[in-house]
């Protein structure tokens, strides 16, 4: 990691660069005029404690009185020298930032620091009007003012970790403010759509800690109409005087005048209605104007909204969605903005974000229920849900800014709805999941159709194979690769091929030991490059307009061919071993050109294609209609990804709720290509899947049927629904035929 981290355009987390710094670096991505700078990272904090060598900061501060021991710790900061890597680092990248003579602004950023749950605000230190002779001593007392008794005793009464909370420091410009402020997006008591601006005349210390009455304007947050304006008498202002900020009086003409215009206040609208954009909640933003240009010095969400006043009073309904997960599910409200805010979710829990991603698995593991703002039936929170069996709630638009942290909820995965408190009475008793997904008696319907489950979680494995399903349709590797939390380049960069291969032979074997010998089918990467670009090291990564047409699949495959042989080497690893009921698929192919590869690249692993069951997926239009060339290749199966075989023939964004009303995996043009795909395959005697969502549906059930598909694969919660409605339609199929027979 690096020790310094210029303020422009540079997208960092929290464990990097703190609370304070996260959101200035992500205010830069907002296009808004943020005070030049860079930040110390929490490299440079570690590497100086290293030079200290006190040992583990938990062991060292319970060693004794606490007050104590944190004066000593704060004396070893400063009296330590820099190591010389660090200190090089921060005056090289100010000499480029900075003209001589310039004087900056030094404040703590704590990865522990401007949270929902504890904010720690005022407990660390911000150095003002300093000379770059002063600059290295100012870091290390921002350092050291993390060990405050005041400080530390927070965070145990938080429950946080000494360890845990690292500090970097932001290194800014300074604005000599001629007027600054603060404002909010939403009222911040009835979360109404208004935006309140407070401001005063000169820097904006005095407004922010009460000690000068400011102007108020209320302005309508749609329009940017002024609704209010309530002007002081602001007798007073702070202003720099030599190396500190003094307070001192405003001239009697200005005493009464408006401190911001009519224009003013509509570019502090037109910014705060982009920051909130980008940042999709309410939020608490600090600004100054300096010579007529505006200034964006801090933003965070505004954490004193309520939702009281929007609950439905006759229902207590606060949050409507699509019922994504079956199930109901009461708890405590925790709001996840960014991923490494994840850890904050536990038993009981309600995960509430704007979209899940394959990083958040874990957490939805540990959480109650999940509620989204984005997303239809088919996005990853809809599927990882159910398939954990956890209650969600996807699609709600707003539930990011009615919902706050930490207000009891209940969540009705069933009917799609949230709703105010926990109904005890209500809630139904915790019942033993797996058992009640085993089959009962009579035992599992016999289907001439075998009836197999999705896997995307090595976790989940237990529960499909406690439902008795004939297998495992897909396991897809995507959820075993991104649970590293980074791309595989990335990981095999830090940890070499071997951990890579090993991380993933120990996934699918999991699944593969609970289900032996049913065949378990692995599905090679397809991940799009929006879901690489938020794992370390997705940085490379290409930006597209639409990354579900980009570059994924198997094309993503063959472009990084040394990736894609380890998937195999792992799957033949897995074979050489004894796992003969492990089967491999590739994801989105097109065309014949494509199978020719592939077949080229398993040979070249050392993969005998006659020995080893492999199959493609059908999910393009293209290789619906290819398929008589696909097919005289040596493939064992192809199975149907409906999913995306329904966007792409009928043009719908499977994850956009605004067009999910059309999205139809019936739609006689998607059932055409299934129909006519089956009908070649078994004059070919190639066996046919079908592992989308639709594979649960009885209307495609009964198409499928009579098509001949081979098998169905489909979510565990799915399982015993589609063995008897598969069952109900073969017999119906075979008493079709009898009848027949008789009146001949």
Known sequence: MSHVLRLTNQKTDRSIAGGKAMSLHELHQTGADVPNGFTVTTQSYRDHLEKIALGDVDTYLSTGDLGAKAAELREEILETAVPAAVSEQILQIYDHEFA?????????????????????????DTYLNVRREELIERVKECWASLFTKR???????????????EMAVVVQQMVDATVSGVLFTSDPVSGDDEMTIESAWGLGEGVVAGEVTPDRFVVDG???????????????????????????????EKQESRTLTDEQIQTLWTTAQEITGYFGEPQDIEWAIDNGKLYILQSRPITSITSSATADTDTGVIVEGLGASPGTAAGTVRRIDQIDETDRITGGDILVTGVTTPDMVPAMQRAAAVVTDEGGMTSHAAIVSRELGVPSVVGATDATEILSDGQEVTVDGDKGVVTAGVDDETAPEPADDLEELRPKTPVTPMTATDIKVNVSLPQAAERGAATGADGVGLLRLEHLILGLEQTPTHYIEEHGENAFVNELVEGIQTVADEFYARPVRIRTLDAPTDEFRKLKGGESEPIEDNPMLGHRGIRRSL???????????????????????????????????????????MADVGIDTDKTRWGVM??????????????DRPVDFVSFGTNDLTQYTLAVDRNNERVSDRFDETHDAVLTLITDVIEVCR???????????AASKPTMIRQLIESGVTSLSVNIDAVRDTQHEVKRREQRLLLDSALENRSA
């Open 100 to 124: 001589d003579g310039d004087r900056v602004a030094v404040r703590s950023s704590a990865t522990a620091e401007d949270m929902e749950e504890a904010s720690f605000a005022g407990q660390q």
């Open 683 to 693: 004059a070919k005697n190639v066996d046919t899947s079908i592992c989308g969502e």
């Open 559 to 601: 472009a990084t061919e040394t990736v894609f042989r380890y998937q195999l080497e792992a799957f033949q690893r897995l074979r050489e071993v004894g796992y003969d009921n492990v089967e491999i698929m590739f994801p989105l192919v097109n065309d014949a050109d494509d199978v020719d590869t592939i077949m080229e690249i």
């Open 151 to 165: 400080a530390c005793v927070y965070r145990e009464r938080n429950d946080i970790s000494h360890a845990d909370a």
């Open 222 to 252: 749609e329009t940017g109409e002024v609704l209010t304006t309530d002007l002081s008498t602001k007798r007073q202002q702070y202003t720099w005087s030599g190396d500190d900020t003094e307070l001192i009086g405003v001239p009697e």
């Open 618 to 631: 059908i999910e393009t239009p293209a290789a619906a209609l290819q398929v008589e060339s696909i097919t």
